[in-house]
């Protein structure tokens, strides 16, 4: 009989610690699997990576690439992303966005369409951005010349060989027949195109035909003056 109290007993106190070993591993495990999946979802980098892929290929919008910005640096300050991420995505917005400009910039000197101070303004925005590039520095000193030699100076031409032959320069002439020959300060990959050579030959050919009727004008004046000195 006693024998038989003590195995019951010991059954007893075996399901009790069965009962609180397996609550124990149930509490366990409902405690670490959200910690677990926190540390997966917490991270937005892939997101943001998938954004500037779409900002790469989708058409040009400056805006954007301020939104993006600032979408990385809030990520960054809470905590979604670490610093060696979020340099990384800045990299790669900033080489897109060097990208746009730049395809910006040659369009307008290869096709001259756009405009001027737009394109110049996108340029001085990516070297805030990014910081001193020579490429930068030379699209910004040949956007100016290509304005000037496409809409300025034949005008200025045109304005000098269409006053009166009497006010001849010759001085004011080869400044301008050099400035039409050689367009100092634009690049030899513009000049030598189509464009800048008919606007060389058009430029010349007012100058020569100005210089000409001066050289009549004068050889009249002078044999005028001949006569007088007969009389």
Do not use: C, W
């Amino acid at each position: 009989m006693e024998k038989r109290k003590l195995i019951i007993l010991g059954s007893t106190l075996l399901v009790g610690v069965l009962l609180i070993g397996g609550l124990m591993l149930s509490e366990g495990a409902s405690i670490s699997g959200p910690e677990i999946i926190d540390t997966k979802t917490k991270s937005n980098s892939k997101d943001l990576e998938k954004k500037i892929e779409e900002y790469k290929v989708n058409s040009f919008q400056p805006e954007q690439y301020s939104t993006l910005l600032m979408e990385i640096n809030s990520s960054k300050e809470q905590g979604l992303i670490e610093i060696s991420t979020s340099n990384f995505l800045t990299d790669e917005l900033n080489s897109a966005y060097k990208t746009h400009v730049f395809n910006k910039a040659d369009y307008y000197l290869n096709q001259g369409d756009g405009d001027k101070n737009t394109v110049l303004s996108y340029l001085v925005s990516l070297e805030k951005a990014t910081g001193n590039d020579t490429r930068i520095d030379f699209y910004k000193s040949q956007i100016p010349k290509y304005d000037y030699f496409t809409k300025v100076f034949p005008g200025k031409v045109t304005a000098f060989t269409s006053g009166n032959p009497a006010n001849f320069s010759s001085g004011k002439y080869n400044s301008l027949k050099s400035e039409a020959e050689n367009m100092p300060g634009l690049d030899k990959q513009y000049k030598s195109k189509g464009k800048f050579t008919s606007i060389k030959n058009t430029a010349v050919a007012q100058l020569n035909t100005y210089k000409t009727k001066f050289e009549s004008f004068d050889r009249e004046r002078k044999l005028n003056s001949v006569d007088i000195e007969f009389e």
